[in-house]
């Protein structure tokens, strides 16, 4: 433990006994009244659609449709990547005599119950492995290298499937979603939730953007109707996600002369500059 308070301290009404720090904090107050009535449109207006988990949730007219994304076939596929990844980690980390055991009947088991035709080529050049592992009586560097050789192209397989899979599925939904709710593209926002790797973000967010674009009457800017919201676990964060980009949108184009004004990147490209003045550097370049 440690007496130092490393919590999360709100700024809001900075500086302290100062007329600044209350227009800060009459600012944050009208801000926030500003995004509830902004949210209260949401749910009310507008069509929102969300990809959490291994679910697509659709929300409008204050209904919620759920939709699942990912099925078991997504999921035995992922399986089927992480199974090569168990076995290393567990030749590795434990006694090999007793382990080597374990192993075999994890992958008999395993592609017993895995009833798809890429798993063939991933049984036998695992097997095979194993075979060399058992021989040399330890994990040479040889085999490992010829092993996840081997996986690459097997790698490349497992990834398209699930990709295929997922962007089939989302389609899919997509189509039943807009058919339940016909909104115009400037009534629809989407949101991706998930971790901070690239994997969850990019799929979903394409096929989102893809859809937008093949709208007839679509001439929205399709990056303010597509969202990410990384570490996201809740639907009211998504929805308060697209109350926040509305009403940043609105100040952005009244105060800064551009809607895309208060975006990260545009940001971004001021703390570069800022960045590159306190460095001496000329004319603030990198």
């Given at each position: 433990?440690?007496?130092?308070?490393?919590?999360?301290?709100?700024?809001?009404?900075?500086?302290?006994?100062?007329?600044?720090?209350?227009?800060?904090?009459?600012?944050?107050?009208?801000?926030?009244?500003?995004?509830?009535?902004?949210?209260?449109?949401?749910?009310?207006?507008?069509?929102?659609?969300?990809?959490?988990?291994?679910?697509?949730?659709?929300?409008?007219?204050?209904?919620?449709?759920?939709y699942?994304?990912?099925?078991?076939?997504?999921?035995?596929?992922?399986?089927?990547?992480?199974?090569?990844?168990?076995?290393?980690?567990?030749?590795?980390?434990?006694?090999?005599?007793?382990?080597i055991?374990?192993?075999?009947?994890?992958?008999?088991?395993?592609?017993?119950?895995?009833?798809?035709?890429?798993?063939?080529?991933?049984?036998?050049?695992?097997?095979?492995?194993?075979?060399?592992?058992?021989?040399?009586?330890?994990?040479?560097?040889?085999?490992?290298?010829?092993?996840?050789?081997s996986?690459?192209?097997?790698?490349?397989?497992?990834?398209?499937?699930?990709?295929?899979?997922?962007?089939?599925?989302?389609?899919?939904?997509?189509?039943?979603?807009?058919?339940?709710?016909?909104?115009?593209?400037?009534?629809?926002?989407?949101?991706?939730?998930?971790?901070?790797?690239?994997?969850?973000?990019?799929?979903?967010?394409?096929?989102?953007?893809?859809?937008?674009?093949?709208?007839?009457?679509?001439?929205?800017?399709?990056?303010?109707?597509?969202?990410?919201?990384?570490?996201?676990?809740?639907?009211?964060e998504?929805?308060?996600?697209?109350?926040?980009?509305?009403?940043?949108?609105?100040?952005?184009?009244?105060?800064?002369?551009?809607?895309?004004?208060?975006?990260?990147d545009?940001?971004?490209?001021?703390?570069?500059?800022?960045?590159?003045?306190?460095?001496?550097?000329?004319?603030?370049?990198?």
């Amino acid at each position: 433990m440690t007496d130092v308070d490393t919590g999360f301290r709100d700024t809001t009404a900075s500086p302290k006994d100062s007329c600044l720090g209350l227009i800060n904090k009459r600012f944050h107050n009208y801000y926030s009244d500003k995004k509830s009535k902004a949210l209260h449109k949401v749910k009310s207006e507008l069509l929102v659609v969300v990809k959490i988990d291994s679910r697509l949730i659709s929300i409008c007219d204050g209904k919620y449709t759920v939709y699942t994304i990912n099925s078991d076939r997504y999921h035995a596929l992922k399986s089927l990547a992480h199974l090569t990844m168990a076995i290393f980690f567990q030749l590795t980390s434990n006694d090999l005599d007793t382990e080597i055991g374990h192993v075999e009947e994890l992958v008999e088991s395993a592609f017993d119950s895995i009833d798809l035709e890429i798993s063939k080529e991933l049984k036998k050049v695992t097997e095979d492995f194993i075979h060399k592992v058992k021989q040399a009586k330890h994990v040479e560097a040889t085999s490992l290298l010829q092993y996840s050789t081997s996986l690459e192209p097997i790698y490349a397989k497992l990834m398209m499937a699930s990709a295929m899979d997922e962007a089939e599925n989302l389609k899919d939904a997509l189509a039943k979603v807009l058919a339940m709710h016909p909104k115009n593209s400037s009534q629809i926002f989407t949101v991706t939730m998930g971790a901070h790797q690239p994997r969850y973000k990019e799929l979903s967010k394409l096929v989102f953007q893809r859809w937008l674009h093949g709208m007839d009457e679509h001439i929205v800017n399709t990056d303010h109707h597509v969202r990410y919201l990384e570490g996201g676990c809740d639907i009211e964060e998504a929805l308060n996600l697209v109350s926040t980009a509305i009403v940043d949108r609105e100040i952005a184009q009244l105060f800064l002369g551009s809607a895309e004004g208060l975006n990260q990147d545009v940001l971004g490209v001021v703390a570069e500059k800022a960045i590159a003045n306190v460095w001496g550097e000329p004319n603030g370049a990198r």
